[in-house]
């Protein structure tokens, strides 16, 4: 294909639209840019732009853009851009495909930092001048440094102020600054500083402010992009509106356990939903009873940014969370990317779901690295009137080592409520010595009258010493309704998939269960090692499959 150049310097310098292609006689007037339509030609009135809800970037201007227009069987029509953003390309009538790219740090010699990119279908018709919209994306790839250059605004009775930026990019690394420091006041406080050598990228950003007069707090929470040797604003500005106790909980309280308390142990927090956001990496926490009282209806969640809260391996032990609540209130607590860290010898599940209270685990939690020597449950006890739901996350590497224990994953006891719709259940054992009927459920134990619905996610890779690797359902009334999902490579005893004993009912219609072993060895395909069901267990199936449906 041949390749023809326009050179146009800004919005008002146009197109060197080449005379030996183009009779500029009697020509029609753009509409847009004021400049003549040449004959038999169209133009395009490019505006070069990028989304910026809620996120800071640089500004485009001082970029220098170049834009590459092709289309099959005509010449490909390139220009250029110099500080600018908006500009006109004489074109032939035709479908174009048009590619942007913008660059900083240009010279003369040096064609500078690849920084953003975009590309667009342009329609061009002969005689018309078409706008075309051409939104630029961030490009990363040429790696360096940026800045960020803050100015932000707030009450002058605002104690804390921090803003923090977390990498996405890699994930997790963070700058930290304090904006009371050398701070200004004039009716409000104002900072105005730069963070300077920040790596080419995106940054999830915090900025976290305390009102201790009045005893409020908000949390902003945005995106910020650094280009290779550009500057990028961020201009905000708070006033006493935007302070709100029943909102945001954020910087009052250093801890975890800290920012709970300040919901839940003060009664002036009335029903409604709560966010908890940790800007701050903490490592270890004492166990932690979470009781709701004050008839209140209250939905926590936790954001947790990457952080890792776990027991001290040298500390007490205990549940990291217990959660409930008193008759006449409801405690629900959302987990969202956070990773909640057990200890080995531990004498009780990582966390435990009393009656009036529920946990939801969505994408990005983590229960892990939690083994009981007492009680049943490794990664979570479900009490009577407790629920489990799991919308996403993961339960791994938990056990429950109690020589009758139950449920290296998770335990649900009588009138306890598991529901899983995504997720991840893995990795999970029970005891291989001891004694004590019908215990196993490497990954799930559901007792008598308690119930597990799965309707999507995966149990995989758990292991029970005995029966049900994957899932144990037993007698008494236990419920295990299954209508997607999957259950794969557990192992146990009786039932690598799926165990049901007397008086345990499995129902499935839908997902799949295959990869399982059984026996001795927990490896072959005998023992149901898909699906057991053990005397009066209550199933879709006969007594023993090996494999319900392919993988």
């Known amino acids: 294909m041949k390749s023809k150049i326009c050179l146009i310097l800004g919005m008002a310098a146009l197109m060197v639209a080449l005379a030996a292609c183009t009779d500029l006689t009697g020509p029609e007037q753009d509409a847009f840019s004021g400049e003549p339509i040449p004959p038999g030609m169209g ?5 070069l732009g990028q989304l910026n809800a809620r996120t800071a970037m640089p500004s485009l201007d001082g970029l220098y853009f170049t834009l590459v227009f092709t289309a099959d069987g005509k010449d490909t029509v390139s220009a250029e851009l110099i500080n600018g953003l908006t500009l006109t390309v004489a074109l032939e009538s035709g479908d174009w495909e048009l590619e942007v790219t913008g660059y900083s740090g240009h010279t003369e010699n040096n064609l500078g930092s690849l920084v953003v990119r975009g590309t667009s279908s342009v329609s061009i018709t002969a005689g018309i001048s078409s706008p075309v919209v051409v939104d630029l994306k961030p ?12 100015s932000i605004m707030f009450p002058d009775t605002v104690s804390l102020a921090v803003l923090t930026l977390y990498s996405l990019d890699p994930l997790g690394t963070s700058k930290k600054s304090d904006l009371l420091e050398n701070a200004e006041v004039s009716g409000g406080v104002t900072t105005a500083k730069t963070i300077t050598d920040l790596s080419t990228g995106s940054y999830q950003a915090f900025i976290d402010l305390y009102d201790s007069t009045n005893k409020q707090a908000t949390v902003w929470t945005g995106v910020v992009h650094i280009y290779d040797g550009s500057d990028t604003p961020l201009a905000q500005t708070f006033n006493a509106a935007n302070f709100t106790r029943p909102l945001v909980v954020g910087a009052s ?3 975890l356990a800290g920012k709970l308390d300040a919901i839940l142990g003060n009664e002036e927090y009335p029903s409604g939903s709560y966010d908890i956001i940790l800007n701050d990496t903490e490592t270890t926490s004492a166990p932690k009873i979470l009781n709701l009282t004050g008839d209140r209806d209250i939905t926590l969640t936790i954001k947790g940014n990457g952080n890792t809260v776990g027991l001290d391996p040298e500390g007490s032990n205990g549940n990291l969370l217990t959660l409930g609540a008193e008759s006449g ?3 629900i607590l959302i987990l969202e990317d956070i990773t909640l860290q057990g200890k080995d010898n531990n004498t009780a599940s990582l966390v435990q779901v009393k009656d009036g209270g529920t946990l939801e685990l969505k994408d990005g939690s983590v229960l892990t690295g939690n083994t009981t ?23 791994s590497g938990n056990t429950a080592s109690n020589g009758s224990a139950h449920g290296g994953g998770v335990y649900v006891a009588k009138d306890g409520k598991f529901t899983m719709s995504d997720g991840v259940i893995s990795g999970n054992t029970t005891p291989t010595t001891g004694s004590g009927g019908n215990r196993g459920g490497g990954g799930v134990f559901v007792d008598g009258g308690g119930t597990f619905d799965m309707s999507g996610g995966e149990v995989s890779g758990n292991t029970s010493s005995y029966d049900g690797g994957g899932v144990f359902v037993y007698g008494s009334g236990g419920k295990f309704t299954m209508t997607g999902g999957t259950i794969s490579d557990n192992r146990a005893t009786y039932g690598g998939g799926v165990y049901a004993s007397a008086g345990g009912e499995f129902k499935m219609s839908g ?6 072993g059984a026996g001795e060895d927990k490896a072959n395909t005998g023992n149901g090692a898909a699906f057991y069901k053990n005397g009066g267990g209550i199933s879709s199936y006969g007594t023993t499959n090996n494999t319900i449906g392919t993988p």
């Open 139 to 150: 490009d990363f790839s040429s790696g360096g440094t940026g800045t960020l250059s803050y």
């Open 43 to 47: 133009q395009a009135h490019i505006r």
């Open 253 to 255: 309280e250093k801890t």
């Open 373 to 395: 020597t007492s009680g049943n449950g490794g990664g979570v006890s479900i009490a009577a009137g407790g629920t489990l739901t799991m919308s996403g996350g993961e339960i």
């Open 329 to 331: 209130s409801n405690l």
């Open 511 to 516: 997902g799949v269960i295959y990869g399982s």
